[in-house]
């Protein structure tokens, strides 16, 4: 007769595998995904500042015009004619243009300037030496226009330049405009003015 057997318990032969990360790997993998992210925002970062660039250059650029149209429709000289006669300053029969334009003061103020506000500039040379910030900008309607252009600031210079034209130096006069933006860029605009 056939005894029957009595099956042994076999020890298992496969282990089953752990599933995961240890503390260690979790620690090491964002020490490593931070040094990634801050070499990304190191190299995009001056990017992101200068992004607002071209928009500052534009609102510089219809500041720096909108005050070029301004100053261009103003006339020639203080003792240029206004009236009925079309004499111009130093015509014969008409008065001298103004010898020369006087170097700027330190406050910004030019002796040029005869009239005590700038609703009462009625030439170029008025604009000699005038400075402002957006509070000091307006547009055709006289509306203040600080809030547009906060932080940013505008420098007119005016200078007999007839010789850079070939006319006779008192014959035209270069008007020079700064336009500061906020990050302190200087964008410069020049137009000639001529004494017809």
């Known amino acids: 007769m056939l005894i029957p ?9 496969t282990i089953l595998k752990q599933a995961g990360f240890t503390l260690l790997e979790l620690i090491v993998g964002v020490v490593v995904l931070g040094i990634a992210l801050l070499m990304i925002s190191s190299i995009l970062g001056p990017m992101y500042v200068r992004s607002s660039e071209p928009w500052h250059q534009v609102r510089a650029a219809e500041l720096g015009h909108s005050l070029m149209n301004e100053i261009l429709a103003r006339s020639f000289d203080e003792n240029s004619s206004r009236g009925t ?16 334009m006087p170097a700027c ?10 009239e005590a506000s700038r609703d009462l500039y009625d030439d170029v040379d008025d604009f000699h030496c005038f400075r402002g910030d957006g509070a000091a900008v307006s547009n055709i309607l006289n509306e203040n226009l600080a809030d547009s252009y906060r932080n940013y600031q505008v420098a007119v210079f005016v200078s007999y330049a007839g010789a850079d034209v070939g006319l006779p130096n008192q014959s035209a006069k270069r008007v020079d ?10 964008i410069a ?3 000639y ?3 017809w």
Request: proline share 8%; hydrophobic share 35%; aromatic share 2%.
């Open 5 to 13: 057997q009595i099956a042994t318990p076999v020890a298992p032969t």
């Open 177 to 186: 405009i700064s336009v500061i933006l906020p990050s302190g860029d200087n």
């Open 189 to 191: 605009f020049s137009s």
């Open 85 to 100: 006669t079309l004499l111009r300053c130093n015509e014969a029969g008409a008065d001298s243009c103004i010898a020369a």
């Open 105 to 114: 003061p330190a406050n910004g103020m030019s002796s040029a300037t005869e």
């Open 193 to 195: 003015k001529g004494n």
